[in-house]
């Protein structure tokens, strides 16, 4: 059973940024969407960014866009989520999430249900 393996994340201040890393060793990221979720203090598990590289589309939550930038690595077989602008409201666990291709991905990518392979969380807080 594949499982995704992230990093990066860790301790900023407000205001700075981080990039976290998703890494799969026996499935091939680029041919299978990839999301970010993240579950902060409180409140439920929330999806924050998705790529479909396939069908060269880009996905944000309405809370990270402009700030957060998702992409991926062919080569490392990695997707990266770029993390700008940071505050507290990003604070929280994220997990990288991957689900196979289809058709209708881009109107039910925040959907968790989707996904079948999942990392075990890299830990983000943002804190002065």
């Known amino acids: 059973q594949e499982q995704l393996v992230e990093s990066g994340g860790g301790l900023v201040q407000p205001g700075g940024s981080l990039t976290l890393s998703c890494t799969a060793s026996t499935i091939t990221l680029r041919s299978r969407a990839v999301a970010w979720f993240r579950q902060s203090p409180g409140k439920e598990r929330e999806a924050v960014s998705a790529?479909?590289?396939?069908?060269?589309?880009?996905y944000y939550a309405d809370s990270v866009k402009g700030r957060f930038t998702i992409s991926g690595d062919n080569g490392k077989n990695t997707v990266f989520l770029q993390m700008n602008s940071l505050n507290s409201e990003d604070t929280g666990v994220y997990y990288c999430?991957?689900?196979?291709?289809?058709?209708?991905?881009?109107?039910?990518?925040?959907?968790?249900?989707?996904?079948?392979?999942w990392g075990q969380g890299t830990q983000v807080t943002v804190s002065s």
């Open positions: 790529i479909s590289r396939s069908a060269g589309s880009t």
């Open positions: 999430a991957s689900a196979p291709r289809i058709a209708t991905y881009g109107a039910y990518w925040t959907d968790s249900a989707l996904y079948n392979y």
